[in-house]
């Protein structure tokens, strides 16, 4: 037998909240591949798998209209996916690695109580503004995510929501 997961189930998951599945569901780039006969949303592993080029595209910085787009032309496999998705973490691994060497030199010239150069401090300087501007996107995202939950709260949606979907 299939494996399908409900929509409640696969937001807890995914992190995703069941308002954003619902939503894209509604603007057609995510869809259950079926219904339960009360009428619940569906979802298995070919959806999982089209959920997760979803978000490792939307995590490169795409619109929904851009991901759309690259999942309707074909153009980009599921592997050609996974392996953007593995080069941009090699990045910010890089980032993070450099920022680590300079604090780690900085801490070495003070703790051998050596004057810092202005272009040590600069250096350094540059390389958390990168780590940072990382920081401040993924934390925007997860803000983002709050506000849909609270949004679907106020709109009283999850009051609506069937009791087996918030499992």
Request: charged share 35%; aromatic share 8%.
């Amino acid at each position: 037998m299939k494996r399908t997961w409900k929509v409640g189930e696969l937001a807890k998951l995914t992190g995703l909240t069941v308002r954003t599945l619902r939503f894209y569901d509604g603007i057609g780039l995510f869809s259950p591949s079926a219904f339960s006969e009360s009428g619940h949303r569906l979802y298995d592993e070919a959806d999982i798998t089209r959920l997760h080029q979803i978000l490792a595209l939307k995590e490169l910085n795409l619109s929904l209209d851009e991901v759309r787009a690259i999942l309707a032309g074909g153009e980009y496999s599921p592997f050609d996916i996974v392996a953007e998705q593995m080069a941009r973490v090699k990045e910010t691994i890089r980032i993070q690695r450099k920022l680590l060497d300079e604090l780690e030199y900085v801490a070495d010239l003070m703790a051998a109580k050596e004057r810092l150069s202005v272009d040590d401090f600069l250096g350094l300087l540059q390389t958390m503004k990168k780590s940072h501007e990382k920081y401040v996107f993924e934390r925007k995202r997860s803000v983002e995510s709050s506000l849909d939950r609270l949004g679907g709260f106020l709109d009283g949606e999850l009051a609506d929501e069937p009791l087996e979907e918030e499992c």
